[in-house]
């Protein structure tokens, strides 16, 4: 039987949640040890499947050459890139990093399969890790998967990391920045008293949707191509059966009724996730049976938005075994990189596990030269570390949510949100629509 994890909304197409729990009761045998991914994890790689879909994306067995631990070279005297609002991009930075983007991802696509850095082998790792080819610590009944747990945010961030690093190479430009695609901003303020990006982003960013371009994914639904039309995070995509055939459906809501809906979903995703639990999602060690079941073990910044933005743009982005041939998934990742710092900083107990069996887990991927890395989570848990940060953005639309159906501009009153808005050194004024 085979007892591997899948993405997130899948849980209907393994076995019912009530004999996953029993199986986990009786079949888990926790080491209270990290998971570590070695040689033989890609050696022992065989077939995956997600959503009852084979997915066959096993990198090649054999790893030529070292294998080099990583550690972030942190240098506080260098300045940091910094990560961007795609929607505040115009004029000739605009035409010069659209430009450098689509360069980048049409090298990326041109470079041969059996090169771990081509835009091919990029989605294959990502399907390696993430529907069920790899078996832990060469155990045939336990897989592992880097969704629906723990994992998610920092595999994500050494994923994305290296995927900035290949870009920055073929570019020849090192200072090449994957910026994000805002999408959880739905607040234009057209004055603000600090540095920094006030414009809504809830709308697909446009330099995707050019088809000549290395960027263009066709397989979009409707809803990416339709300019009005906000993005809505607060489709649940925990309650979507996938085996029913028929694609989520997202309602017609009205731009003030999807800004109030996706700025709720921000504030119960963030500023309700107090603790590490919640937020990053539930341990998952050596030894453990993962539960199929987003609504158990997955943390709330895996849920909302991150799964309800794949969801809404549809296409490749459904799978896992395909979400990153769609370029956007790069940038849609960089804002959830963007919300897991901004989440440290509301603090008050937001703070990552302490737990060494996170900590000290340890995955491999191959970097930019094409070596394979030795990369703990501990390593790459402090993004200035690894040489980026991000962009001043209007947070206080969904921070200073508050639970009213009103959406006239709104004081933040609360001590509570007033407080959060003082640690991130914002004027939360304005919670209306734009
Ligand atoms: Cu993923």
Redesign the pocket.
């Known amino acids: 039987m085979q007892l591997r994890e899948g993405f997130m909304m899948v849980l209907s197409t393994r076995l019912p949640l009530i004999v996953q729990c029993l199986l986990s009761l009786f079949v888990t045998t926790s080491l209270s040890a990290p998971i570590i991914i070695t040689r033989e994890t890609f050696k022992t790689c065989r077939r995956g499947a997600f959503n009852g879909v084979p997915a066959d994306c096993c990198p090649p067995k054999f790893i030529q050459g070292p294998i080099v631990d990583f550690s972030p070279k942190y240098n506080p005297s260098k300045p940091l890139r910094v990560r961007k609002a795609l929607q505040c991009l115009t004029g000739k930075e605009l035409t010069i990093y659209t430009e450098k983007l689509q360069r980048g991802y049409a090298l990326m696509r041109a470079l041969p399969d059996d090169d771990p850095r081509s835009f091919k082998r990029q989605n294959e790792i ?1 399907c390696a890790y ?1 529907t069920g080819p790899f078996i832990q610590n060469a155990s045939a009944n336990l897989t592992l998967d ?2 629906l747990n723990w994992f998610f945010l920092p595999w ?1 961030r050494m994923f994305i990391y290296f995927h900035e690093k290949i870009l920055q190479t073929l570019l020849k430009d090192p200072n090449f920045t994957l910026h994000f695609w805002n999408f959880d901003s739905s607040v234009t303020l057209s004055t603000s008293e600090r540095p920094g990006c006030f414009k809504a982003g809830h709308f697909f960013p446009p330099m995707y949707l050019d088809p000549s371009k290395s960027t263009f994914e066709p397989n979009r639904t409707y809803r990416a191509f339709e300019p009005s039309r906000p993005v809505d995070l607060s489709f649940d995509a925990t309650q979507w059966n996938p085996l029913g055939g028929v694609p989520p459906v997202f309602p017609n809501y009205t731009l003030e009724e999807q800004v109030w809906r996706n700025g709720a979903t921000m504030y119960k995703s963030v500023v309700s996730s107090s603790n590490a639990s919640s937020f990053i999602g539930k341990p998952f060690r050596a030894g453990d049976v993962q539960i199929v079941d987003p609504t158990i073990a997955a943390g709330n910044s895996e849920k909302w938005p991150h799964i309800s933005v794949h969801m809404w743009i549809g296409g490749l982005m459904y799978l ?1 075994q395909t ?1 990153p041939r769609d370029p956007i998934f790069y940038h849609l990742h960089a804002n959830v990189e963007r919300i897991w710092d901004l989440w440290h900083k509301l603090g008050d107990g937001r703070a990552d596990p302490s737990d060494p069996d996170w900590l000290d887990a340890e995955f491999l991927i191959w970097d930019e030269k094409k070596v394979m890395r030795r990369v703990k989570v501990r390593n790459v848990l402090d993004i200035k570390t690894l040489g980026d940060t991000f962009e001043n953005v209007n947070d206080a639309s969904w921070i200073c949510f508050q639970n009213s159906t009103s959406t006239t501009p709104s004081n933040c009153s609360s001590t509570k949100t007033s407080m959060y808005q003082s640690r991130l050194r914002d004027s939360c004024l304005f919670r209306g629509t734009e």
């Open positions: 990502h993430g880097i969704h994500h896992a979400s």
